[in-house]
């Protein structure tokens, strides 16, 4: 009920008008604010279409309740560090600002097993491999074209998250992407996705929404996923000229993130990005899923941010092992850069211990300063 259009009409109630005035408004804020529920996005529940109604407000600012600082996790899905090669900083700057002013490399991995979306982000999430029997997450498919398991349900025991130990820790995520499939996240961990956003194939209203969230809300977790040139690869082949106008695209996108947050001096002091991808692409062809393969393997990651040295990753971190094209496996003593450590450094970015049963950077000892 309005009541704000009726002030001028109110004159008398009687006690009993009041009471039930009361009792309706009642009624009318729980069914828009229910826990685990976030009226002002997609949703799940409208995931299906590439359009949606307008999302309403964020929901009312949060802050960041953990240390006061912020994450923003990026992935480009399908991004091929040839493409920044190629296109160089003046095409691609933003990606290129987060690599040469933060602590960045053109030359991490993906996970060992699968170099395909769905399987890798849930190793970005979670921190472990993909192989269930080996104590990873289970996620080896690629989509949700039929009803699938949790990821608890894949893997057959109870598997953690970023999202559950931002939780813990008193803090609030949220996930923006242009993939119904990531919907799989929030049905894992239902009460620790706050906000799920998912628009298919609108990377422009992804970023839009995400951004406006980050504006006003100020969360301590985000997780934006990026599809246009994953998307774009598979319908005109790796490194094409729509492929690389794709990435383009990206970048300008990435570029909006940055801009919000350097609007912001508050945001701009206690906001950290970290970015990877999930693949890159076989260039020449529509596909990437061949794990065999350097191009297919290859993806970069970076962090930037306050505080963060404008170094190469590889160099702040001797333990670790530049790979050259190498696909160094589980048994090596030194690993490199995997895009499976953004959960572990976001958390320690976030004062918070690393994701329980977890793999990659467990130790949380990547270093980037």
């Known amino acids: 009920m309005d009541t704000s259009r009726r002030g001028g009409r109110l004159g008398r109630w009687s006690l009993g008008g009041l009471l039930l005035l009361t009792l309706v408004a009642a009624l009318a804020l729980t069914a828009v ?4 529920d976030d009226p002002a996005v997609d949703d799940a529940r409208r995931t299906s279409s590439t359009t949606a109604t307008a999302p309403s407000s964020p929901a009312p600012a949060t802050r960041a309740r953990v240390n006061g600082r912020h994450v923003v996790a990026i992935s480009v899905d399908g991004l091929t560090p040839l493409a920044l090669s190629k296109l160089g900083p003046r095409l691609t700057p933003n990606i290129h600002r987060l690599l040469r002013k933060g602590a960045g490399t053109t030359n991490a991995r993906t996970q060992v097993e699968m170099t395909v979306t769905l399987p890798n982000h849930t190793s970005m999430v979670t921190g472990r491999r993909i192989s269930a029997s080996r104590g990873g997450h289970g996620v080896t498919w690629n989509d949700d074209s039929i009803p699938r398991p949790t990821v608890q349900q894949a893997a057959g025991r109870a598997i953690s ?11 609030s995520s949220a996930v923006f992407s242009t993939k119904t499939k990531f919907s799989l ?10 906000r799920l956003y998912i628009r298919k194939e609108d990377d422009t209203a992804v970023t839009r929404a995400m951004t ?13 996923h990026l599809g246009i040139a994953d998307q774009t690869g598979h319908a005109s082949g790796w490194m094409s000229s ?8 990206a970048d300008a996108l990435v570029g909006s993130v940055l801009r919000t947050i350097a609007a912001r001096p508050a945001l701009q002091r206690t906001t950290t990005v970290v970015f990877t991808a999930d693949h890159g692409g076989l260039p020449g062809t529509k596909g990437h899923s061949d794990a065999r393969r350097w191009q297919n393997y290859t993806v970069p990651f970076a962090i930037y941010g306050a505080g963060v040295r404008a170094v190469p990753l590889y160099r702040l971190n001797p333990t670790r092992r530049e790979p050259g094209r190498t696909q160094p496996g589980f048994s090596a003593a030194r690993q490199p850069v995997r895009n499976g450590e953004v959960a572990n450094v976001s958390l320690r970015l976030l004062g918070l211990g690393p994701v329980p049963g ?12």
């Open 33 to 36: 604010v229910r826990p685990g």
């Open 161 to 171: 998250s970023v999202f559950e130990v931002v939780k813990a820790g008193g803090g």
């Open 185 to 194: 996240w929030k049905k894992s961990w239902p009460a620790s996705v706050d």
């Open 212 to 224: 406006a969230d980050l504006a006003a809300t100020q969360r301590d977790f985000y997780f934006l």
């Open 242 to 249: 729509r492929y690389l106008s794709a990435v383009r695209r």
């Open 358 to 369: 977890s793999l990659w950077n467990s130790r949380q000892d990547l270093r980037w300063r």
